[in-house]
Each structure stands twice: as structure tokens, then as C-alpha cells.
């Protein structure tokens, strides 16, 4: 933990952090906290199956650098939340939605991959975006909550008892969040200004405030929050016809897109810090991964990675990225499948995988640098997430 964020701390306190961080040693395998599970809310950066098993697998090459071949996430292999729980020494999470080869003892993921805050007048063919935004996932949650409950109240032994948390693990589990880009970009994609789409931000901020205080409703005291990345940066958005040769800043990024994203993020805190206030036996930590990711695209060299604004995995272009031919994506030669949407030789120089979300060797990067603290308000490691700050 870095003690420039200890500052505005009392003595005790930051006596306390700094022998409770020695604890931890930025490895929360054994963290004082004993998450016994881990619930994720978010999108396409957190979903481990959601929206592969409702509209169809993710097919190769996505999972191929650590799963070896689809295992429902848009990327070569694992993910921030995978980090997370693997850093618990617990199982990575399964989709919720997922019917089969789901185990839910140690928690669950209701995150689908184009996933918003706000629900949207539209359907996934016609934009890309899921149908389970997150109240959606609320729902699910709730039932999945209520549905335990009932499994657990039984006398009898069952096998359903084997696959589901235990009741009490609801309220000792964390609470990990990870969404809202899609939200601006759905906005931007629908041709709304910057300002147009700024203007929107409270309301959306005001349905992910909803839940959380839902959440809390059922017995849900820690929270993980993550603010929304720099997708200005992204190849998905850059490639469309948004861009104008003025918007791109010295790092080939859109700073406008980036300083709207730095606006919800601003907002989002403020709710955070509202959420403190509303909710007294909540603790709440929120991560800024914008600035880590920022700092990983801006200085890729210096992190041991190469081509930051590039797709590792995709077809053509400036971006190695194309709407219409993705990652994974064939075309039919002479009646026989042909693979034109290629993964790179090596994914683990590469920040982007597909145009949209980052590589396994990026997330972990990412997960490296948050874990500790270091990123976070109030600036508790992940395995002291169930520490108020005083």
C-alpha cells in the first residue's frame, strides 16, 4: 500500500493498514476477511458464461492461451474476477446462467457480455447489446438468493445442496461490480452527442444505486466496485465512424470518449460516497482501474507489452479490427470454412484481444495492480475489502 494515499488517515489507522497490508503481502490467499464467496455483477469484462449460454458459445480462439479452447469469455483466457477469486483460493465462478457443469458453493456470476446499467430499447442482434442489464441481473440474483434459502430449509440431503452457497454465506460473501462503459458507448452508437450522453449519467447512476442498495436489502455488506476503463482506447470504438482526425489525442486514443468516461467516473464516486453515508454497516471500496488501464495502454512498451491500440485477434484494418469479421470469424471458400479472424502469435505482448476486451496477460496485469490497494478509496487491499475505513 502506498502511503500517499494514508495522508488524510488517523496515526492508529494507518498503523493498523500498514500491518494489516504486511498481513496480506499483496497476496490474499489466507485474507483476514475469509470471503467464503463472490457474487459479480457487470458486463463482457467480468462474464465467465453468461451470454455464451444464453445465445451461444464464444468459439475458438477465445480461452485458447489458458483454457485451451471456448470457456464463455471474450478473451485468450482469464479475467479480472477470475484473479479475484483465484486469489480467495476459491473456484473461478460460474455463469449463472450456465445449465450445466455449474458449481455454485462458493458463489456466483450473473455479468453477460454487452451488458448495460440502463436497460436498452433494443435487441442484441440489432445492437449488440444483452438484454440482461443489470437489474436483470438483480432479479436473478434475488431469485437465486430467495431459491437457497428454500434448498436449505429442506431435511433432505440433496445434490443441490452440494452446488449452492450456504445461507450465511450471503452475507460474509464480496459483492464485485464492473459495469457502465456500455452504457456510453450504447448512447455514442445510437448518435448521441458527448453532451447528449453525459446528460444521461445521473439516471444511470441512479439504477446502478438502486441495486446496490437492493443488495444490501438481502444481507450484502462488502462491496468491490470498479469504475469504467478508458474506451477511448478501444479499437471497437476508434474504428467506427465516430472519429474525427481531432479527437485523437497524442496516444492515438479518443480523449473525448476518455473524458466522458472520466465523468461517469467522477459521478460514480460520488455515489459511492452516498452509498457510505445511506448504508452504515456496508464497507464499500471503490477501484479506479481507469488510471490502471491508462497507464498500461499509454506506456505499453513499458510494461513489456507491444501494439496497445491493437487487436491481438481479429481481421484487417488500422485495428486489426473489423464490425463485420471478428474474432474467430470465417468465410466460405469454395463451400469449406475458412478462419479469417486470427489470433496474433503471441497474446501475452498484446493489451487488446479482440477489439473489445483485454488479453489474459493484460487482466492480469491489470488484477496485479489493483489488489493491493493501491487504486482503491479507501485504499484497502483486496483481501481487507470487508474494512470499513474509520
Known amino acids: 500500500m502506498e502511503l500517499r494515499y494514508l495522508r488524510n488517515f488517523p496515526f492508529e489507522a494507518v498503523t493498523l493498514l500498514l500491518l494489516l497490508n504486511q498481513v496480506v503481502n499483496a497476496s490474499v490467499g489466507n485474507d483476514p476477511c475469509r470471503f467464503p464467496a463472490v457474487f459479480n455483477f457487470g458486463d463482457s469484462n467480468s462474464d465467465t458464461g453468461g451470454l455464451s449460454a444464453a445465445f451461444g458459445q464464444a468459439g475458438p480462439p477465445h480461452g485458447e492461451s489458458f483454457f485451451h479452447g ?134 444511470i447512476l441512479g439504477q446502478f444505486k438502486s441495486v446496490i442498495k437492493s443488495v444490501y436489502d438481502q444481507g450484502g455488506r462488502f462491496f468491490w466496485i470498479h469504475n469504467t476503463g478508458p474506451f477511448g482506447c478501444l479499437p471497437y470504438v476508434m474504428a467506427r465512424q465516430l472519429v474525427t482526425a481531432g479527437e485523437i489525442d497524442r496516444y492515438g486514443c479518443v480523449g473525448l470518449f476518455n473524458e466522458l468516461a472520466q465523468f461517469f467516473n467522477h459521478q460514480l464516486k460520488e455515489i459511492v460516497n452516498q452509498l457510505r453515508d445511506e448504508l452504515p454497516k456496508a464497507a464499500i471500496i471503490y477501484v479506479d482501474v481507469y488510471s490502471v488501464k491508462y497507464e498500461l495502454i499509454t506506456k505499453a512498451k513499458r510494461h513489456g507489452f507491444v501494439h496497445p491500440l491493437r487487436a491481438c485477434c481479429g481481421h484487417g484494418g488500422k485495428y486489426n479490427f473489423n464490425l463485420h469479421m471478428g ?64
Open 70 to 203: 471456448p470457456a464463455g469469455r471474450y478473451c485468450d483466457g482469464r479475467l479480472v474476477i477470475d484473479f479475484i477469486a483465484q486469489s480467495f483460493g476459491l473456484p473461478y465462478l460460474s455463469a449463472y446462467l450456465d445449465a450445466l457443469g455449474s458449481n455454485f458453493t462458493h458463489g456466483a456470476n450473473f455479468a453477460t457480455a454487452g451488458s448495460t446499467i440502463r436497460p436498452q430499447n433494443t435487441t442484441l442482434h440489432q445492437s449488440g447489446f444483452s438484454p440482461f442489464s443489470l437489474n436483470v441481473q438483480w432479479y436473478q440474483f434475488n431469485d437465486f438468493h430467495h431459491r437457497v434459502q428454500t434448498f436449505r430449509a429442506r431435511k433432505d440431503d440433496g445434490i443441490f445442496k452440494k452446488l449452492m452457497p450456504k445461507t450465511k454465506d450471503f452475507e460474509r460473501a464480496l459483492y464485485t461490480f464492473d459495469i457502465g462503459q456500455n452504457d456510453l458507448t450504447a448512447g455514442l452508437f445510437q448518435n448521441l452527442t458527448v453532451d447528449e450522453v453525459r446528460e444521461s449519467v445521473p439516471d
Open 327 to 390: 474474432c474467430g470469424g470465417k468465410v466460405k471458400v469454395n463451400g469449406k470454412d475458412i478462419l479469417i479472424g486470427k489470433a496474433c502469435e503471441d497474446p501475452n505482448v498484446m493489451i487488446n484481444w479482440d477489439g473489445v476486451h483485454y488479453t489474459q496477460a493484460a487482466n492480469e496485469w491489470v488484477f496485479n495492480q489493483i489488489v493491493n490497494g493501491s487504486f482503491s478509496d479507501p485504499p484497502l487491499p483486496l483481501g481487507l475489502a470487508c474494512y470499513k475505513e474509520s
